[in-house]
């Protein structure tokens, strides 16, 4: 059954899910789980309430089977989710927040119908696929127990605990969970699969649905409507690519996986004001080139890391490009994309270099990096190359499985406007993750929401850069807290359930 509590030690934990029978809802009258400890470290459990399937509402859609593209396979087949912090100022009752959710969810599966279907595997190719039968999105229901606040969280330990809180089956495509909290708060979770959609294509559908949900009307203009056609992204005949694809990329086995023990989870608070400052510090203003947001940390993050390796001769940055911002071809490839197109651009540098240089010259080396790409044919190849390798197995980016150089990698979704309000206020918090196995650093930047300018950032980082950032003065990495989420402590605390 889905949920299975199982006891592990003195904790009891939530594991496993099976696919539920379409409208079928399932209730459960379990017995609360207070919060657990691990490491020293206190997190919440999540009672299930129900758990059940949606589907679209639109009977027109043909069924049909959706083939990924090959850049949809370049990324780890790991949950990504989209996981969004509500403290409901608006004093909304929990089963009106539900059933706001459960509402909306057929009409917005009609234009990300997809998502209301399953990933399977072809039985002659042996590469996954999606069949988008209607078999519906899955939405949990859930509570925070043993009395809970947001404003109780240990938002750099608890947190990860909550960012998919009642686990899924690994085959369905879109798991929607709401799970209430002591305060009256609430939290959202858009859970799927990376390989079918990239950090920006799951901000879409947040912002697509909050958009909808403040019309009051599901109806999309064309413009606005998200492209699902893969077939945009074609190998060529015969494949084509130079051998820095074959660098760039290695073989993903768990022999050459490092220790996630050897890297350390951070959510850290950036003010406005702090970039603002590294911005005005990374600027070159004798040759009129002025640094821009991501540009400007991308430096600081650099230094950082040359710091923390000083022992290394060389060390790496990446950043994560959004082709869909960059490319000229193909035409139909529109910020309503709805898959992965995305790639990692990497530079090395040496870590004296870095260390000696000015904080504006290392903002320069890493806008170089990024511009200095040929975006439509690097796409192109990159497409030609896994055309070539889909069949040998799973690869990775080299720089992100740790081989050569230390390296870190920058997401940052600052450019791709993420709307969180569903009618309850902005989210205090909206941040994607993943799970995907890494062997190096990265850092996810997402902008605060309500544009005051402020970020909030998830880092998958070394100790010894987490301690960097975290011990430099003045600090601009802060570790995330309630208060900077603007989440209150109540006076009482019960729940809403």
């Given at each position: ?84 912090i509500y403290a409901n100022p608006a004093a909304a009752e929990f089963d009106a ?95 799927t699969n990376h390989m079918l959609v990239d950090g920006n294509a799951l901000s879409l559908l947040v912002t697509t649905w ?288």
């Amino acid at each position: 059954m889905c949920g299975v509590p199982v006891q592990k030690g003195s904790q009891i934990l939530l594991t496993g899910s099976c696919e539920p029978c379409c409208c079928v809802r399932s209730k459960k009258k379990k017995e609360s789980r207070m919060a657990g400890v691990v490491d020293g470290c206190s997190y919440p459990r999540v009672h299930v309430v129900s758990r059940h399937l949606v589907r679209a509402s639109d009977s027109t859609i043909e069924p049909h089977v959706l083939a990924v593209s090959n850049l949809d396979l370049v990324p780890q087949p790991a949950p990504l989710s989209m996981f969004c912090i509500y403290a409901n100022p608006a004093a909304a009752e929990f089963d009106a927040i539900v059933a706001s959710f459960e509402s909306g969810l057929p009409s917005m599966l009609n234009h990300f119908f997809p998502l209301a279907g399953r990933v399977a595997t072809n039985p002659i190719s042996g590469l996954p696929e999606v069949h988008c039968f209607n078999q519906g999105a899955e939405l949990v229901v859930g509570h925070a127990t043993g009395g809970v606040a947001l404003a109780d969280l240990d938002y750099g330990a608890s947190l990860p605990w909550v960012q998919i809180p009642c686990g899924y089956n690994k085959h369905v495509a879109l798991s929607v969970q709401v799970v209430s909290f002591a305060c009256g708060g609430f939290t959202v979770a858009w859970c799927t699969n990376h390989m079918l959609v990239d950090g920006n294509a799951l901000s879409l559908l947040v912002t697509t649905w909050s958009r909808s949900s403040s019309s009051g009307t599901m109806m999309l203009h064309a413009a606005h409507r998200p492209n699902h056609d893969r077939s945009v992204f074609r190998p060529r005949v015969p494949p084509t690519y130079g051998p820095e694809l074959d660098q760039a990329f290695t073989r993903l086995e768990l022999g050459n996986v490092g220790e996630e023990e050897s890297f350390v989870e951070r959510l850290y608070y950036i003010d406005a004001h702090d970039i603002a400052r590294l911005r005005e510090a990374a600027t070159r203003h004798d040759k009129g080139e002025r640094a821009t947001r991501v540009q400007a940390a991308s430096a600081y993050l650099w230094k950082a890391l040359a710091r923390s390796f000083a022992a290394h001769a060389r060390c790496r940055m990446g950043w994560v490009v959004d082709g869909r911002r960059r490319l000229t071809a193909p035409k139909k490839l529109s910020r309503g994309y709805v898959g992965n197109a995305c790639t990692l651009v990497v530079r090395e540098a040496g870590v004296e270099e870095v260390l000696n240089m000015p904080l504006r010259d290392v903002a320069a080396m890493a806008r170089e990096a990024v511009a200095a790409l040929a975006y439509d044919e690097h796409f192109q190849e990159l497409v030609d190359w896994v055309e070539e390798h889909k069949a040998g197995g799973q690869y990775a980016e080299a720089a992100s499985q740790g081989v050569g150089c230390p390296a870190l990698s920058v997401t940052a979704l600052t450019g791709f406007e993420i709307d969180t309000d569903f009618g309850f206020g902005h989210a205090a918090m909206a941040m994607p993750k993943t799970d995907a196995r890494h062997s190096s650093g990265f850092l996810r930047i997402a902008p605060k929401p309500g544009d005051d300018g402020s970020w909030i950032v998830g880092a998958f980082v070394w100790p010894r850069l987490a301690a960097a950032l975290e011990s430099d003065e003045p600090c601009v990495f802060k570790p995330l807290t309630a208060d900077y989420l603007g989440l209150v402590a109540p006076k009482a605390q019960h729940s809403r359930l």
